[in-house]
Structure formats: structure tokens, C-alpha cells
């Protein structure tokens, strides 16, 4: 091997190595996110101090709370699809790094309804259509959704509610376009798709 070229081993470990860190960082974030917003939703509501916020104050950081927690629900998918990009890449390299090793294939995310369904025959195996997984991507969107949208019932459950309808309607817009995103959001596939044998030329750089 010449002096400075990079074999796959080399690349098998970085890449393994960025699996982890993305791992990392998405299992802090739907802890984090999630807990902050209760404990500060709760403190929020469960004190005095709040019939003394105006209700445009109120309204707006609601707003951008909930539009905070939905950049980082997207950032999060951006992250999923990497982490599932990386996971192909070292599926791809272990061919090279390990030739001689037979690995078992990654498992899919556990199933809801459990491994009876799949074992299911005659005129019961149309219940196998209803298996539904719920693994990481999922757990993401459905703790990344339901946050974003409690931020939203936050001035509609305060015990303030004292507006104009200019605001009124104007907090309506902003909160049905954010419920919009959230729904796109959580609807839209993240999963890697393509091939590496598919590649693009090196000036073609992807969108982060």
C-alpha cells in the first residue's frame, strides 16, 4: 500500500464512527426537545405569572416555540437519512473489509403487532397488510409532531385568552401553516434509496 492512501478499512471505521455520533446526537435531541417543552409548558401554566403576559406575547413565543421545535424535527430527518446513508455505505464496505465473514443483515425496526401476524396463514394473511414498524424514524416524528403541535393549544388552554381578532386571525395563519409543515413532514420518506453504483459526479453536491 503507498504511503497515504486510504484503504477501506480506514473509511469502514470513520464511517462507523459517524453512525455513532449521529446516533448520539439524535437520542439527546428527543430526549432533550421533548422535556424542555413539557417542563416549560408546565411552568408556563401552572404558575401566577402568566395571566401577566400579554396575549400577543404569549401567542408569539408559542409560535416560536413551535416553529423552533419544527427546524429541529427537520434537521433531525435530515439527520435520520445520513445516519440510514451511512448505515449503506458500511454495508457496502464490510463486502471489502470482511469478505470472508457471512454477517447477518441489519434487522428492521421491531413491529407493533409483533411476529404473530407474519405467521399468519390461510384467509387470515390478509393481516399481514397491517404490520406497522415503529423504530427510530417513527418514534422521531411522532415525538418531534405531538410537541410541536402542543406548543400551538398552549394560548387557546392559558388562563388568559384576550385578544383582538386581527391577532386572533393572524395567530390562526401562523399556527395552520405550522400544522402544515409538521403534517409534510411527518408524511414524507426519509429512507435512503439509492444505489452507490448510482453516483453522481463530484461537482454534483448533495442539499444539506
Request: glycine share 6%; charged share 20%.
Amino acid at each position: 500500500m503507498a504511503e497515504g492512501e486510504i484503504t477501506a478499512a480506514q473509511v469502514y471505521g470513520e464511517t462507523c464512527a459517524s453512525i455513532r455520533a449521529t446516533e448520539e446526537i439524535s437520542f439527546k435531541l428527543i430526549g432533550i426537545v421533548p422535556f424542555l417543552s413539557g417542563s416549560a409548558i408546565v411552568t408556563l401554566l401552572g404558575t401566577e405569572s402568566v395571566k401577566s403576559i400579554p396575549s400577543a406575547a404569549l401567542a408569539a413565543a408559542c409560535l416560536f416555540a413551535a416553529f423552533a421545535t419544527l427546524t429541529i424535527f427537520r434537521w433531525e430527518l435530515r439527520n435520520i437519512q445520513t445516519c440510514d446513508w451511512l448505515r449503506a455505505r458500511a454495508q457496502e464496505l464490510e463486502k471489502d473489509v470482511l469478505p470472508q465473514r457471512a454477517l447477518r443483515a441489519r434487522p428492521g425496526s421491531p413491529l407493533l403487532f409483533g411476529a404473530k401476524v407474519r405467521s399468519l396463514t390461510g384467509r387470515d394473511q390478509w393481516l399481514q397488510k397491517i404490520d406497522f414498524a415503529f423504530g427510530k424514524t417513527e418514534a422521531a416524528k411522532v415525538t418531534y409532531s405531538m410537541t410541536t403541535i402542543l406548543w400551538l393549544f398552549i394560548p387557546a388552554i392559558s388562563p388568559k385568552l384576550e385578544t383582538s381578532p386581527i391577532g386572533a386571525m393572524l395567530y390562526l395563519i401562523g399556527a395552520v401553516m405550522i400544522v402544515i409543515l409538521v403534517a409534510v413532514s411527518a408524511a414524507s420518506p426519509v429512507k435512503f434509496q439509492s444505489g452507490f453504483n448510482e453516483a453522481k459526479p463530484v461537482n454534483q453536491e448533495a442539499r444539506y
